[in-house]
C-alpha cells in the first residue's frame, strides 16, 4: 500500500474541537455529518473526525478547573486499547467500539476520523494491562518518564522494543476493524519527546500493515523544517503551527510559517495550517460560553484563501448545525476551492509588513492564480508585476482580464502590473 494514495488531494472535513473541545457525543457528531453531506459534501467536504477525549468518563464535567481531568477513568478492552465511553457514544456498547458511528457515516457518502495521543494509556502501565500478540505488560512497555506536557492520559512507549511496533499495530488492526479513514496523532508532531520521532515511524509502519487506506495527521506543531521529508515520508499531515485560534496575529504570522513550508506540499503530504475556527465555536470550553469567531469577514476571507493557495488540508471547527450563509459560502467558494488542489505549485513572491503576494497555477499550466494580501490595519492598493510573479513560480499571463474569486469582479494587468485595491485584512484571489 501507498500512503500517499490515502490523500491524493489535501484532506477536507469537519473536527470537533474548536466547538466541542473534550465533549462530543455520538448524537451531535450525527448531527454534524448530516449537515455536512446535504450542505458541503459537493463543494468536496468529505471528513467528519472526533476529536479528543472519546475515550475519557466524565469528559468536561470540571471544565471550569481543568481540560483533562487528572486522573481520569478511560475506557480500555483488553489489550490495553481505547474504546468510545458508551455513554456519549451509546451505540458503542458491547464492544462494537465506533464501527456503528463509522458505518453511518460511511453511509452519507463521508469518511470518518479520530484522534489519539502517542504512546499507551498510564492506566493500563499501572494495571499492568495486556498487549495484543506478546506477553510483555502495559507496565513494561511503558516508559513513566515519557508523557505529554499538557495531558495526563498516556506514557510514550520503549520504542526500541519490538512490542511497541506491536502494540501500534494492534491500535490499528482495531481501528480498520470500525472503519476509521483518519487518524489525529498528538503529542508527536513537534518532537516534544525523545521517542517521537520513532513513534511516527511505527505508527505510519502499522497503518501501512492494517490494509486500510488510514490518513495519518500528525499533531501540534510547529513541526520541525529540518524533518519535512521524514514527515512526507510517514505521514499524510502535520501541523506547522500549535493550536490556531481566532486571532489577526496568529493569522498574520501564518504568512511567514508559510513561506518556511512553501515547495513541501506533495500529493498525500501536506504541511498543515490547523482548524478553521470560522462560525460558532467555544461552546464547550471553560466559560461554557459559545461565541461567533473573532475574525472579521475579511480576515476569514484572508485565511481561506491563504490556506487554499497554499494547499494545506481544511478541517471546519464550527458546529455545522449553527453554520450561517456567509460561512457556508465562505467555506463552499468553488473557485476558491479549485486552486486549493494546486498547492505543490504555489510560492509567496512578496511577505512585507504591510501586504503578501502568492502565486499557483494547475497541474497542466492552463490556469494561474494571483492571491493579493494587504496586512495593514487600513484599506489600501496591493501591487504586483505579474511577469515578476510568474518567474517564481506562476502561469505567464497572455494578456485580457482576470476574475477575482470573491468578488467575481474583472480586472486586468496593465504593461504587466496590477495594483487593486483591497480591504483592511483582505484579500483578492484572480485567476487567469
Not at 228 to 252: C, E, Q, V
Not at 350 to 379: C, I, K, P, Q
Request: proline fraction near 5%; hydrophobic fraction near 40%; glycine fraction near 10%.
Amino acid at each position: 500500500m501507498d500512503k500517499n494514495g490515502f490523500a491524493p488531494v489535501p484532506p477536507m472535513g469537519w473536527n470537533s474541537y474548536d466547538y466541542y473541545n473534550t465533549e462530543v457525543n455520538e448524537e451531535q457528531v450525527k448531527a454534524n455529518a448530516d449537515f455536512m453531506a446535504a450542505r458541503l459534501k459537493d463543494a468536496g467536504w468529505e471528513y467528519v473526525v472526533i476529536d479528543i477525549a472519546w475515550y475519557e468518563v466524565g469528559a468536561g464535567s470540571q471544565s471550569r478547573l481543568y481540560q483533562y481531568l487528572p486522573f481520569a477513568e478511560l475506557r480500555m478492552d483488553e489489550y490495553s486499547r481505547l474504546i468510545p465511553d458508551p455513554v456519549r457514544f451509546p451505540s458503542s456498547e458491547g464492544g462494537k467500539g465506533f464501527k456503528p458511528l463509522a458505518d453511518y457515516i460511511h453511509s452519507l457518502g463521508l469518511k470518518f476520523g479520530i484522534h489519539i495521543m502517542r504512546g499507551i494509556p498510564r492506566i493500563a502501565a499501572h494495571a499492568h494491562g495486556r498487549i495484543l500478540g506478546t506477553d510483555l505488560g502495559a507496565d513494561q512497555l511503558a516508559d513513566p518518564s515519557n508523557i505529554c506536557a499538557w495531558n495526563p492520559y498516556m506514557y510514550g512507549l520503549r520504542a526500541e522494543l519490538p512490542e511497541a511496533q506491536l502494540y501500534y499495530d494492534s491500535i490499528m488492526e482495531l481501528y480498520a476493524g470500525w472503519g476509521v479513514d483518519f487518524i489525529k496523532c498528538d503529542d508527536i508532531c513537534r518532537e516534544d519527546a525523545a521517542t517521537a520521532h520513532q513513534e511516527i515511524a511505527l505508527l505510519h509502519n502499522a497503518i501501512i500493515k492494517c490494509g486500510r487506506p488510514i490518513v495519518l495527521s500528525l499533531s501540534p506543531g510547529p513541526a520541525k523544517i529540518t524533518e519535512a521529508a521524514f514527515y512526507a515520508g510517514n505521514a499524510n499531515m502535520w501541523r506547522i503551527t500549535d493550536d490556531f485560534w481566532d486571532s489577526w496575529p496568529l493569522l498574520k504570522d501564518m504568512f511567514r510559517r508559510c513561506e518556511l513550508w512553501q515547495g513541501k506540499n506533495s500529493p498525500g503530504c501536506y504541511p498543515d495550517c490547523d482548524m478553521l475556527p470560522v462560525g460558532t465555536i467555544g461552546g464547550c470550553f471553560g466559560d461554557r460560553q459559545e461565541r461567533k469567531t473573532g475574525l472579521t469577514e475579511e480576515e476569514q476571507r484572508t485565511m481561506m484563501s491563504l490556506w487554499c493557495i497554499f494547499g494545506a488540508p481544511l478541517m471546519i471547527g464550527a458546529e455545522m448545525t449553527k453554520m450561517d450563509a456567509f460561512t457556508e459560502a465562505l467555506l463552499t467558494n468553488r473557485e476558491i476551492l479549485k486552486m486549493h488542489k494546486c498547492g505543490e505549485y504555489a510560492r509567496q513572491v512578496v511577505r512585507t509588513d504591510e501586504e503578501a503576494v502568492w502565486v499557483s497555477h494547475s497541474e497542466d499550466g492552463t490556469v494561474g492564480y494571483l492571491a493579493m494580501f494587504n496586512l495593514t490595519d487600513e484599506e489600501r492598493a496591493v501591487h504586483c508585476w505579474l511577469n515578476m510573479a510568474c518567474a517564481v513560480g506562476g502561469k505567464p499571463y497572455e494578456g485580457g482580464a482576470v476574475k477575482e474569486l470573491w468578488t467575481g469582479k474583472e480586472a486586468e494587468f496593465r504593461t504587466g502590473g496590477l495594483a487593486y485595491l483591497v480591504p483592511a485584512h483582505g484579500a483578492r484571489v484572480f485567476c487567469y
